[in-house]
């Protein structure tokens, strides 16, 4: 496991506020399941396609049509919660949370929250090297989504694209644990990466895929431990919801903005309003949506149509037995196993894809601080370069791991891996033949090495005179050598033979 420290949240500060105050931040994230078919119709759930041409009779609320439990979709919400470390709930139900748009033509939702098929989890949330803090999860419920409703293909019509009603989500609702900006979009992230290694949902946040409803209150310092102690939500101040965040940047900006503004009303003699609210990224504000509804005034009900959902122990052992190995987990790998920093096994852990490539580099080249240096420092820096992502990118992970093999057999040195780097990134080839083709194979050859040394040293005696008065010229000798013998000696021979010879010359 890895090393860490857990530290508490330190009250935030605003600036030109009269008093101190703290944030206090919950979450309800909004996953799509990884899922082909819609969570109650074989649908597609394919992102842009046609409008309305993934629509089941279903999904379009037609008079007769019963919805179809998705076990697909059940079993990825169980994978979730054992990932997040949750309690998986063996019996669940599904309820109908009624409310009225045009892009949700059943007039409800159908959702779950009196049984959630998921409880009480957790997540870490790194907030630097070596510290962390835990986020505690509530609850992951199953539901289906919205349509789209569209206004500004025309300036008098609107327009409803049905594509999205049905998809099945994943709502992972956290406690009120989160005390900052920062530390918010950090549990986000952590949250999608994740969700990514398991498979479970894309974390897309462009497509909508992820999205995340920020609850925000402010409160006085002392007032979060008593709500600890009592779990009364009065001590932590009224709080509004910003909906349908889907960037981290935006997060970040809009929680500060939104609690700025609570902190200004209170301290003017104001109250807040408890409401849901939309962020305007153009103008850094946010700006009143609807007020905030509370549970009963959904008329939230069992659902008739669907049966309580029943699962067996069994079933989710074996969900359990396929979990991958998890980002934190390989995280604490990398740097027992490998020797990496904390740095780097953070870098190559972030994202799945990344954590892949470098293995399979591992496995071919055979030496893992060695390939981490150069998945890090040549690969991504070359795919940021070209705008590219790694699995796009026009060198394998065998190719480059055959690159740290070279390197580590001594058949090429550092300076010249790059240049073999280049011609097999650019022109696709084989790096082992890239090496015997061009000739740019490393001289290790003791003898020859020895005799450009003794030329080099009896063409300079000058040069060797002031390094016998000061040994860091000896670097300059290495140089001409490694000049003379177009980079390819072997540099650690090349400086044990100058040491040697100056001190006999």
Avoid at 166 to 184: F, H, N, T, W
Avoid at 211 to 228: F, I, M, T, W
Avoid at 229 to 240: A, I, P, Y
Avoid at 395 to 421: C, E, H, T, W, Y
Wanted: net charge negative.
């Amino acid at each position: 496991m890895l090393d860490l420290t857990y530290e508490a949240p330190k009250p935030k500060v605003i600036a030109g506020a009269k008093h101190d105050w703290e944030l206090v931040i919950g979450m309800e994230v909004h996953a799509q399941v990884s899922s082909k078919a819609k969570l109650f119709s074989g649908a597609s759930t394919q992102f842009g396609a046609e409008p309305n041409s993934n629509v089941a009779f279903v999904d379009a609320g037609m008079p007769g049509m019963l919805p179809v439990i998705n076990e697909g979709c059940v079993a990825l919400a169980v994978k979730t919660g054992l990932g997040l470390k949750a309690q998986i709930n063996l019996n669940s139900a599904f309820d109908r949370k009624n409310y009225f748009y045009p892009d949700l033509p059943q007039g409800y939702q159908i959702s779950q929250l009196y049984h959630p098929i998921v409880g009480e989890g957790e997540v870490l949330v790194e907030m630097g090297e070596g510290v962390a803090r835990l986020v505690r999860i509530e609850r992951i419920h199953l539901e289906q989504d919205a349509g789209k409703s569209i206004h500004d293909m025309d300036p008098a019509m609107s327009f409803v694209d049905l594509n999205r009603t049905g998809v099945a989500l994943m709502e992972i609702v956290s406690r009120p644990d989160i005390r900052g900006p920062e530390e918010a979009a950090a549990y986000v992230t952590k949250l999608r990466q994740i969700l990514r290694y398991l498979g479970t949902c894309d974390g897309n946040m462009q497509n909508g895929n992820l999205r995340a409803d920020v609850n925000v209150s402010v409160c006085r310092p002392g007032q979060y431990e008593k709500y600890l102690e009592t779990q009364d939500f009065s001590h932590l101040g009224t709080r509004c919801e910003i909906k349908n965040m889907n960037s981290m940047r935006f997060i970040q900006a809009a929680i500060d903005y939104e609690a700025r503004r609570q902190i200004a009303i209170v301290e003017a003699g104001g109250e807040v309003v408890q409401e849901t609210r939309l962020y305007d990224a153009d103008k850094n504000e946010t700006r009143s949506m609807r007020s905030k509804e509370e549970a009963h005034d959904y008329r939230y009900f069992p659902d008739p149509d669907l049966l309580p959902l029943e699962i067996e122990q069994g079933w989710v052992d074996d969900i359990a037995a396929t979990l991958p190995e998890l980002p934190d987990d390989k995280k604490s790998r990398f740097i027992n196993d490998m020797g990496l920093s904390d740095y780097d096994a953070s870098v190559l852990t972030a994202e799945v894809e990344n954590a892949d490539f470098f293995e399979e580099v591992v496995a071919t080249g055979g030496d893992g601080k060695m390939a981490a240096n150069w998945v890090i420092n040549e690969l991504f820096g070359r795919l940021k370069k070209d705008d590219t992502a790694i699995g796009d990118g026009p060198i394998s992970p065998a190719r480059l791991g055959q690159i740290v093999a070279l390197i580590k057999k001594g058949d090429i040195s550092g300076k010249i891996a790059k240049d073999v780097f280049e011609i097999a990134y650019t022109q696709d080839r084989d790096p082992e033949e890239i090496v015997e083709t061009e000739g740019m194979k490393q001289v290790t050859d003791t003898g020859a090495i020895e005799a450009a040394v003794d030329e080099v040293i009896a063409a300079n005696p000058a040069q060797v005179a002031k390094a016998k008065e000061n040994p860091k010229l000896a670097g300059w000798f290495v140089g001409q050598v490694m000049k003379a013998t177009g980079g390819k000696a072997n540099p650690k021979a090349v400086n044990d033979l100058v040491a040697q010879k100056l001190a006999e010359s």
